[in-house]
């Protein structure tokens, strides 16, 4: 099993620029979670999804979308990128939301010009 | 999810025994304590969760006090590969309400010292 895998590991952007961030995991997981983390700061939710067919806001949504492909993929798409979304996204997976155990996968490292 | 509070940092020796302490006064009658370790460049990793007195693996044991508006994580006699940040979450398990975000907050730097 991999777990969570991430793509790409690493990705300059110039502002106005757009990309997805990919995210798969193939432990049957229903739940799925995009993060992101700051130099020195915990992880805030960007979006989840609690199960197939359904995504919701977390705590700092502006900026960016999400899709969930299918029970094991989870995108995150920034539309136009700004310098203060430079930061690590962390993908995460877990059999239910709330206070299931989540599993990361090993993040993507995302610099804004 | 119940607002918690760690200490910023904490340093110790290899060797000892380390106990992390998470203030959650909201908790509420549904919800779990969960705690977390994050290694520099890897994303968080689960240790223990636990719902009241004592829980216990071959990582860590977990310390619920009867009111549970607060949890001790314990790492017994510590090694220098336990330096890391540890975040204490409190939630309710599968229930996500709309108001709800997971939150990790800062966690507690752990450094230990040779």
């Known amino acids: 099993n991999a777990g969570v895998t991430q793509t790409p590991k690493f990705q300059v952007l110039k502002t106005g620029q757009s990309m997805t961030l990919q995210c798969a995991q193939d432990?049957?997981?229903?739940?799925m979670y995009w993060y992101r983390q700051d130099p020195g700061m915990g992880l805030r939710l960007i979006y989840y999804?609690?199960?197939?067919?359904?995504?919701d806001k977390g705590e700092v949504p502006n900026g960016y979308n999400v899709s969930r492909l299918n029970k094991r993929e989870f995108s995150l798409r920034l539309e136009s990128a700004a310098p203060s979304q430079t930061s690590v996204y962390f993908c995460?997976?877990?059999?239910?939301?709330?206070?299931?155990?989540?599993?990361f996968g090993p993040g993507t490292r995302l610099t804004v010009t | 999810l119940a607002k918690t509070t760690q200490p910023i940092s904490m340093d110790s020796y290899e060797g000892q025994e380390v106990n992390i302490t998470c203030s959650h006064n909201n908790i509420a009658t549904n919800d779990y304590i969960t705690w977390y370790q994050q290694f520099p460049s890897q994303g968080p990793r689960f240790i223990i969760q636990?719902?009241?007195t004592k829980v216990t693996n071959e990582v860590a044991s977990l310390f619920i006090p009867a009111d549970r508006k607060s949890s001790t994580l314990s790492l017994p006699r510590v090694s220098l590969s336990d330096t890391a940040v540890y975040y204490c979450l409190v939630g309710d398990w599968g229930i996500m309400n709309r108001d709800d975000k997971i939150i990790f907050g800062k966690g507690t730097r752990l450094h230990i010292l040779p």
């Open positions: 995460a997976s877990s059999a239910r939301t709330g206070g299931y155990e989540q599993y």
């Open positions: 432990m049957n997981h229903n739940s």
């Open positions: 999804s609690a199960s197939e067919g359904t995504t």
């Open positions: 636990g719902y009241k």
